[in-house]
């Protein structure tokens, strides 16, 4: 199993970027699929992206398209999500997921993944 764990949270204004960053260790980093989701005070956790094995397929929700960007790095075992654009309602806890791919997809659902960081507090101040 993957060991992740985030980094990068913190608190921005409104406007402003963030980049997180999931670092991976314990199996081959790149033949896992990854994706970001995060959970909202009250709220249901959402899917914020996903990128496939290889970095070239990924996917986002409406909610974060055209501000969020997803990225991974396999010679470093890492994984990232550009945040720009940040909003007061992006204020969550932000958690990244990995789960064993034998093809080149990506996953959106969380009930896909079986493995998950701790989690980094992202706050969007207006």
């Known amino acids: 199993q993957v060991q992740l764990v985030e980094s990068g949270g913190g608190l921005v204004q409104a406007g402003g970027s963030l980049r997180l960053a999931c670092a991976a260790s314990?199996?081959?980093?790149?033949?896992?699929?990854m994706g970001w989701f995060r959970r909202a005070p009250g709220k249901e956790r959402e899917f914020v992206g996903a990128i496939s094995r290889s970095g070239f397929r990924i996917n986002y929700p409406d909610s974060v398209k055209g501000r969020f960007t997803i990225s991974r790095d396999n010679a470093k075992n890492t994984g990232y999500l550009r945040m720009n654009s940040l909003k007061p309602e992006d204020t969550a806890v932000y958690f990244c997921a990995t789960r064993y791919a034998s093809v080149d997809s990506y996953y959106t659902n969380a009930n896909d993944y079986n493995s998950w960081g701790q989690g980094t507090q992202v706050t969007v101040s207006s």
């Open positions: 314990g199996r081959t980093f790149s033949s896992y699929a």
